[in-house]
């Protein structure tokens, strides 16, 4: 069981408060529902008017996961009582697929959950794909899940370097399209009028040989967004098995998740976490061109 205390900056009601704190009607009906929302250890309604600098205390039960703790090292790049950023390595999916079951970051991360007693649930705020390296944030509850939840759909900033194929006439922009799936039968995107928004921001950061290291922002959260992109202008990434029509067998993805930027649900602190290039990224550029 976890209490969250809030202070109310201003005159409001309980539902203001919650809301501005980035908390879901899913949650607010929960806890409604458990009188789990309280002033003073007195449970209080919603649309009560409470004055600044009141404290209103939500009480989150504890929740339980089924999934196998697997054995699987972590790199941290931030971690808390009630969250962390992870610098995930390549290869690794998020969760379990037809073909995979247990190898998965999820099972890694309960794994550290039981090694250290802590009882609680993931949530995955941002996902990445398998071969995709970098930053991704995780929750260990549903108030702190709901917030960042929350600023991914408006303000929390992901940044990305990308190795693409090809040198860009326009040195940084921002390049909007849309983005559909191909068809019902495959998790493959494209470039269609039919599609959702899709904004990307991005500048050259060095050219070498017949390449170009990317510093890249998304404004938006599509699927392979970035991937799909930077192929439809073409430059695809190096070691794109989907998106680059001239992939070779053996080639690894070069995307790397490397800053991001959040506000800390706990105490409303602006966090920054910026882990620059990956190593694998720093090998192929000294290996295409002069060392960096």
């Not at 470039?191 to 959702?196: F, L, P, T, Y």
């Not at 439809?232 to 992939?247: A, C, E």
Request: charged share 30%; with cysteine; proline share 2%.
């Amino acid at each position: 069981m976890k209490r969250i205390k809030f202070r109310a900056d201003r005159d409001m009601t309980v539902l203001e408060l919650m809301i501005e704190n980035g908390i879901s009607r899913k949650i607010i009906k929960s806890l409604k529902a458990k009188g789990n929302i309280k002033k003073d250890e007195k449970i209080i309604y919603l649309n009560k008017m409470i004055e600044e600098g009141d404290f209103i205390t939500l009480i989150l039960d504890d929740e339980e996961s089924n999934m196998t703790p697997v054995n699987i090292p972590i790199k941290f790049a931030y971690k808390d009582d009630d969250m962390m950023v992870i610098d995930k390595d390549y290869g690794l999916s998020v969760m379990s697929t037809l073909n995979l079951h247990e190898d998965t970051l999820l099972n890694a991360l309960q794994y550290y959950l039981v090694e250290n007693k802590i009882n609680s649930k993931i949530h995955i705020v941002n996902r990445l794909d398998r071969n995709t390296t970098g930053l991704m944030v995780v929750a260990f509850n549903r108030y702190s899940a709901s917030n960042l939840n929350s600023q991914l759909k408006n303000t929390l900033k992901r940044k990305y370097y990308a190795i693409v194929k090809g040198i860009l006439n326009q040195k940084e922009g921002i390049i909007e399209n849309k983005i559909a799936k191909e068809s019902e039968m495959t998790v493959r995107r494209c470039v269609r009028n039919d599609g959702k928004n899709a904004i990307t921001k991005y500048k050259v950061i060095k050219e070498f040989g017949s390449y170009s290291l990317l510093d890249i922002e998304l404004l938006t959260g599509r699927t392979h967004q970035i991937r799909v992109t930077f192929s439809s202008i073409g430059h695809p990434l190096v070691g794109d098995d989907f998106y680059d029509p001239l992939y070779q067998e053996g080639d690894k993805l070069l995307l790397h998740s490397h800053y991001i930027e959040f506000i800390r649900p706990s105490d409303k602190k602006e966090m920054k976490i910026d882990i620059g290039l990956s190593n694998r990224m720093k090998e192929f550029i000294e290996n295409n061109s002069e060392s960096i």
